[in-house]
C-alpha cells in the first residue's frame, strides 16, 4: 500500500539492450494487455489509466523513458491519500507483462518501419482515449472524501469548512458530542427570537454548525456522495450556489414552522442536493451511469431520512424545505439541460425573491415570539411567589398563634393575591390559545389556595374545628386540577 497526495508507487525499469523503439512498442502491448486505456505517447513518455471494476477513481500509470533509467509510475487518479495497494500492484503486473513480451520481442523482432506505424496509429488513438470520463459513483477510501479532485472540488471545500468550524468549535470549549443548546446559539445556530432580531446571517451560519461529532460525520458523507454523483454536472459554481440556497431556503422553512427551536446543520442544504439528484435521475438529465443498487440505496436513504425528520427533537421542517427547494432547482435544471447558466439565473432569481418575503413574515411574527418569552420568563416570579406562599402555611403548626396568623394573612394570602394579579397581567399578552386556557387554570388554583389559607386563619383565630370539612373539599379540588395541568402538560 502506499500513502500520499495523491497515493502512488514507482520503479525503475531497464532497457535491457531494448532500443527506444522497441522499448515504446513493448510498452504499448503491455498496456493493451492489461486493458489499460493509453492516453498519451511521445519521444519522453507513455501514459495510460488503470481499469477498474467498481465505479471508482482509478490510476494514471506513467512510463518514463527519456533518460537512461526508465520508470513505471502509478499513481492515484482521485488524488486518493490511501490507495489500498492498488498502486504497487499495477507495477508489478506491468513488470509481469513486460518481461514476458520483451522476451517475444526479442525472438520475433519485426520491421523497425512497422513498430513505428504501430506506435504512430497507437498515439492517435490515444487523443481521443483522454477526452474519455471515467464514471465515478464510489469512493476510493474513507479519505477520499476530502481530497478535491477533477470535477470533485467544491464538495471537499464544504466538507474542510464544518470541519474546521467543528473543531474550532471543540477547542473553545464546546462538548465533543453533546454540545448545550446555549453554546450552538452562541455560534450561530437559528434561533427564531435572535434571527429575526436581524441576526439573518444566522440563516447561512447555521448551515455550518452541527450538535456534535456523530452529527457532523453523517452529514459530511451524505454531502460527500451527494456532491459525488452531482457537481460533475452542475459544474463548481452552480453546485456551490444551489447548496446554499438550499441551506438558506432550508432554514427559513424551519424558522417559519418552529417559532423558538435551536436549528443547525448541513442536513437542510443535503437534502436540497439529493433532491435535486433525484430529479436528474428521474429525467435522465444526469450524465452519470448509476447501477440499480446505487439508485435504490439513494432513494431508500432519502425517504428514510425524511420520515425520520418527523422524530421528537429533529428539525422536520429544516429536511423538508430544504428537500422540496431541491425538487424545484433540479426541476429547473432538468428543464433547461444545455443552459445551466440560464438555469442557475433562474433559481438565484427564486431564491431572491422567497428569502426576503418569508424573513418579512417571520419578523411580522416576532411580537408572538418575544411575547411567549416574556410569559417564560415573567412565570418564574410565579413559581417563586408560589414558594414563599407555601412556605407561610408550613408554619401552621408553630406555637405563636399571631406568628401564625401573621404568615398566613401577610405572607400567605399576600403572595396567592400577587399570583392572581400577575396570571391575569400575563393573559393580556398575545399567547397562543392553550396558554391561555392554562392561565385559567392557574388563576383558579392560585384562587382555591388562597381560600384555604383564608379558612385557616378563620379555623386558628376562632380556634374551631367547623372549618377542617371545607378545607379538605377545597385541597381535594387543588389536587384534581393539578393532575389534571399535569396531563394537559404531557398531551
Request: hydrophobic residues 45%; neutral net charge; proline residues 2%.
Amino acid at each position: 500500500m502506499a500513502f500520499g497526495l495523491p497515493a502512488s508507487f514507482s520503479q525503475y525499469i531497464p532497457f535491457n539492450n531494448l532500443s527506444k523503439l522497441e522499448f515504446q512498442y513493448v510498452t504499448i502491448l503491455a498496456c493493451e494487455k492489461l486493458n489499460w486505456t493509453i492516453t498519451t505517447i511521445n519521444d519522453e513518455e507513455l501514459i495510460a489509466e488503470s481499469t477498474v471494476t467498481l465505479p471508482t477513481w482509478n490510476e494514471k500509470i506513467t512510463i518514463n523513458y527519456q533518460f537512461e533509467d526508465p520508470f513505471v509510475l502509478s499513481q492515484s487518479n482521485g488524488n486518493q491519500i490511501y490507495d489500498r495497494g492498488r498502486n504497487k500492484k499495477n507495477t508489478e503486473v506491468f513488470f509481469d507483462q513486460f518481461n514476458e513480451l520483451r522476451k517475444e520481442i526479442r525472438t520475433n523482432f519485426a520491421e523497425e518501419k512497422a513498430l513505428s506505424n504501430y506506435i504512430i496509429t497507437t498515439a492517435e488513438t490515444s487523443q481521443t482515449n483522454k477526452n474519455l470520463e471515467v464514471t465515478v459513483s464510489q469512493f476510493y477510501s474513507p479519505f477520499s472524501v476530502l481530497i478535491p479532485t477533477k470535477n470533485y472540488i467544491i464538495t471537499p471545500i464544504l466538507l474542510f469548512i464544518n470541519i474546521l468550524l467543528f473543531f474550532i468549535m471543540y477547542f473553545s470549549g464546546v462538548d465533543f458530542f453533546s454540545p448545550t443548546i446555549k453554546d450552538i446559539i452562541q455560534w450561530g445556530a437559528n434561533y427564531g427570537p435572535l434571527t429575526t432580531d436581524n441576526n439573518w446571517w444566522r440563516l447561512l451560519s447555521s448551515v455550518f454548525i452541527h450538535f456534535g461529532f456523530v452529527h457532523l460525520i453523517a452529514n459530511c458523507y451524505a454531502l460527500a456522495y451527494v456532491g459525488l454523483f452531482i457537481e460533475s454536472h452542475l459544474k463548481k459554481f452552480g453546485f456551490l450556489f444551489l447548496y446554499l440556497f438550499c441551506g438558506l431556503l432550508s432554514s427559513l422553512s424551519s424558522l417559519y414552522w418552529n417559532e423558538d427551536l435551536v436549528s443547525a446543520g448541513a442536513s437542510g442544504a443535503i437534502f436540497g442536493m439529493y433532491g435535486i439528484l433525484l430529479v436528474l435521475l428521474a429525467t435522465k438529465t444526469i450524465l452519470k451511469k448509476l447501477n440499480a443498487n446505487t439508485i435504490f440505496f439513494i432513494v431508500f436513504f432519502v425517504i428514510i431520512n425524511l420520515l425520520d425528520s418527523f422524530k421528537e427533537g429533529i428539525d422536520g421542517a429544516a429536511h423538508v424545505g430544504g428537500f422540496v427547494s431541491g425538487i424545484v432547482f433540479g426541476s429547473i435544471f432538468a428543464f433547461l439541460k444545455t443552459k445551466r447558466k440560464m438555469a442557475l439565473a433562474i433559481a438565484s432569481i427564486i431564491t431572491l425573491i422567497t428569502v426576503p418575503s418569508i424573513s418579512f413574515y417571520c419578523k411580522s411574527k416576532k411580537i408572538y415570539i418575544y411575547k411567549i418569552i416574556e410569559y417564560q420568563n415573567r412565570m418564574q416570579e410565579f413559581v417563586d411567589m408560589e414558594k414563599m406562599a407555601l412556605e407561610a402555611y408550613s408554619t401552621y403548626a408553630g406555637d405563636d398563634t399571631e406568628d401564625v396568623l401573621y404568615m398566613i394573612q401577610d405572607r400567605g394570602i399576600y403572595y396567592w393575591d400577587e399570583n392572581i394579579k400577575l396570571i391575569k397581567e400575563l393573559d393580556r399578552l398575545y399567547l397562543p390559545k392553550n396558554i391561555h386556557e392554562n392561565n385559567q387554570k392557574l388563576e383558579l388554583y392560585c384562587t382555591l389556595r388562597k381560600k384555604v389559607y383564608q379558612l385557616a386563619y378563620k379555623k386558628i383565630k376562632e380556634n374551631t374545628s367547623m372549618y377542617d370539612g371545607p378545607i379538605g373539599n377545597l385541597n381535594n379540588q387543588i389536587l384534581e386540577l393539578l393532575q389534571e395541568m399535569e396531563k394537559n402538560q404531557k398531551e
